[in-house]
């Protein structure tokens, strides 16, 4: 699996953004099989998780910090993973990573460890 994510840039607090993770797979029934998640990682810290869904029935996770915020959907026609982040703060600046792997279990789907597939990256910063 190889994953491509985008969407990031310069916004303002308060402001929106949305990330796209493109995953290239064997064919296009194996991209449900997979959970799909988005991680972050700040200068100088741990790279932390954010958001997951899960594969069988598309049910989300979030971490703490972004609960209501943001919202996870995926399009298993397009092999596609968004993250809608909105009403964003200059503490979500980061690196925004997706990520991808089967048969995680739910208490593990934080863990950056739990995942095999990683994205290169895409920057997020909130500055005014």
Known sequence: VQLQAFGGGLVHPGDSLRLSCVASVDSDRSFRSYVM??????????????????STDSRPFYADSVKGR????????K????LQMNSLKPED???YYCAAD???INGAIGRPGSYDYWGQGTQVTVSS
């Open 37 to 54: 998640s988005w991680f972050r990682q700040a200068p100088g810290k741990e790279r932390e998780f954010v958001s997951a869904i899960k």
């Open 93 to 95: 600046t980061a690196v």
């Open 70 to 77: 943001f919202t996870i959907s995926r399009d298993n026609a």
């Open 102 to 104: 089967r048969q995680i």
């Open 79 to 82: 092999n596609t993973v968004i």
